[in-house]
């Protein structure tokens, strides 16, 4: 009896174990999940008007879903899913590079037509390519010469989709400058483990040499304990009047808060990533920036064309290329607000028409040009007008 | 007597405090002055609270000679189902802390279920539940985020409060209760204190709900001090544990000096001064971890061999001692011949 006690609970552990490994690559369909609105219905009924598209499935790799990047990712490419009408499946991976290829062929496995991922890697490549699915990348590039090259000779290859880290970062520290801050510490992921963060680390060692007066006083390259570090930092260095990373906002405002410098003005902070406005509203966040999820819902119009039979990439001979979109900075207040507004609700940047006016089920005549004309209103002040002209 | 008792507490604080003022010591000339003040100081010892009492909730289990792998673990998943229960019900602060105490305990007793059931090496189970409370916050609340009127416990003076009375339920029961007197005695000899009649199932289950209470006000105070913590994904609870991992080696070394609650404070604040100092002097990244490596490495190397340096210098006491009686010998022969 005790014996077989024994092997329950051995096996109860096994059990705990696998699902506490496989939870990295639970599958869910947002559709139940996407915004009710209107647009979203339109396109649900789109959804339901034929066999084929009911059978497209989107599936999107990522780290979670959980965090606040990855809730905007599940809202807006659940939103873009619906306006187009195909399914979509999230895939959480965890930060384990290795898990790509194994959720990338359970994906296939599960139905998906379309991989959509930020990771650069071989298997991924070898198994979509094998399995005749859609890939390309996102907000990341193929450094590798190598690993370009197999994608391109590839028929369901779409592309490559970027976001400017570099000019963005630029701006971040720009923004920073010109409020003031000249000692500044800085905290990004450790090198070598994304090329989106390595690229911002150099913008800002860029920007801090080319400004003779602005000086990096400490810095930190690690996976946690950013918000401990940053008051290190700051008990360490009561000089340092500037703070900024490639990393999320949510840190330098703990930070502050914790070594009580919230709200006086003494040091301010230019982060990425959305957050809850409080650090803006108080003057210690002068810069934010969004829009990843706005890159990802392109991609999978990307992807979404070629399944139809046009290859816009290919067809502007831009696929060996990175097609470079800027971020969605923020620039105060006021900024903010109008973003809270207009995208954090049930519609985000791309409304249904406006995805469907790039998508050739429902515009023929798509191409590149109708891409690289986005970029000149990409900005809240364009979103506003954008918005107040439909609303006439 | 009394003076010799008095001489042997002050060589003993001393010989505690010795690590801490050399570190101190160190970062000050390296940096100029610029570390080690007080303000500087006042937000190192602010933050090692939280690796202080979460050390001293680990050093029960690394006592009984066992390792705890899930202890990072729970202070996440106590963290972020504390602080959305507390959302939930609206009960503020102290909701919270019963919240992350009640979920913190609640997990390290099953941990400790499982282990007594299950009697595979401590590392094997507890390396499966850290995976297991790494994602279980993930299927239920992915992430938590507390307002800035909850953060109070981690500023001053308050988690300086939160620590002395945590310190004062360790040493209590640590000291002066059959609890501590166990505990010692399963961590010094696990087969005589099984046959002097010790129930070592059951004080294993007691040590890991215990550790559960400190690893639940841990995660008050991590809460507290991150406002938004996201749950973690491959084993990536671990790192925040290093501290408070160091503290309990570094107590093992100066157990012999300084009550043992005292030596794992000790330790996990000179881990923080370690790292603090390591940004004041201006290293980066890599290099802070190169010294911290080796930091650690010199400890668990002392650690590890203090029998034998303690055997080394025995001997080389005896030898001098037996050399001294020879030579006394001989002397005495050479007066008596002449």
Known sequence: MKNTVKKLLAMLLALCMVVGMLAGCTGSTTPTDAPKTDDTKAGTEDTNSGEEEKQFTVAMLGVDFTSG??????????????????????????QDQEAGVTA?????????????????????????????????????????????????????FYGQIAEEDYNTMTDAMQTLYDSGSRKIAWISNPQGVSTTHDIRVKAIEDFV??????????????????????????AVHPEIDGLTGSLGGEYFASALEGAGLAGTGKVKFAAFDLTDGSAMKNGDQVWMSTGQPNSFA?????????????????????????????????????????????CEGDVPFYDADQVRALCVKFNPDVSFEDFK????TYNIPSLVEYRNSKSN | MKNKKLNTAILNTVKTLILPVCVYGLFVVLTGGRFGKWNTMKVILGQSVQPMVAALGLSVILTLGMWDFSAGAVIYGAAIFGGNL??????????????????????????GWLFNRLKVPSMVVTMGMCLFYECLPRVIFPQVRISGSLTTLCHTPWCFIVFAIMFAIYYIAYSYTPFGHNLEAIGSNKVIARNTGLNIPKMKQLC??????????????????????????????????????????????????CNFTVGCCVGAFTMKMVTSGLIAVGFSTPVRDIFTGFFLLILLSYSANQGRIEKFRADRRIAAEANAAYAREMAEAANSNG
Not at chain 1, 222 to 230: D, M, R
């Open chain 1, 298 to 342: 392109l991609a999978m119009i990307l992807g979404y064309n070629l399944w139809l039979g046009k290859d816009i990439l290919g067809e502007a001979n831009a696929k060996d290329q990175v097609f470079q979109r800027p971020y969605l900075p923020i620039h105060g207040y006021e900024e903010y607000e109008n973003y809270m507004e207009l």
């Open chain 1, 373 to 376: 004309a986005l970029e000149s």
């Open chain 1, 104 to 156: 990338t062929e359970n994906a296939i496995t599960a139905g998906a037509n379309l991989i959509l991922t930020g990771e650069p890697n071989y298997g991924i490549i070898e198994a979509c390519d094998k399995a005749g699915v859609i890939f390309g990348i996102c907000c990341n590039y193929y450094d590798d010469p190598n690993m370009l090259k197999r994608a391109m000779e590839s028929p369901y």
């Open chain 2, 86 to 111: 507390q959302a939930i019900t609206g009960t503020g602060l102290p909701g919270m802390v019963l919240f992350c105490i009640l979920i913190a305990v609640v997990m390290s007793g099953f941990t």
């Open chain 1, 209 to 234: 040499a080319a400004h003779s007066d602005m000086e990096v006083v400490a810095s930190y390259r690690g996976l946690s304990e950013y918000t401990e570090t940053l008051q290190q930092f700051m």
């Open chain 1, 69 to 94: 990047l990855g809730l905007q990712l599940k809202k807006t490419l659940g939103y873009t899913a619906d306006a187009l009408g195909i399914k979509l499946m999230l895939v959480e991976m965890g």
């Open chain 2, 208 to 257: 890991f709900l215990f550790e559960g209470l400190f690893l639940g006000v841990s995660a008050v105070l991590y809460l507290s001090q991150n406002g938004t913590i996201y749950s973690a994904t491959t084993l990536a609870s671990m790192g925040p544990m290093f501290n408070a991992m160091m503290g309990v080696w570094v107590a093992n070394v100066l157990k012999r000096y």
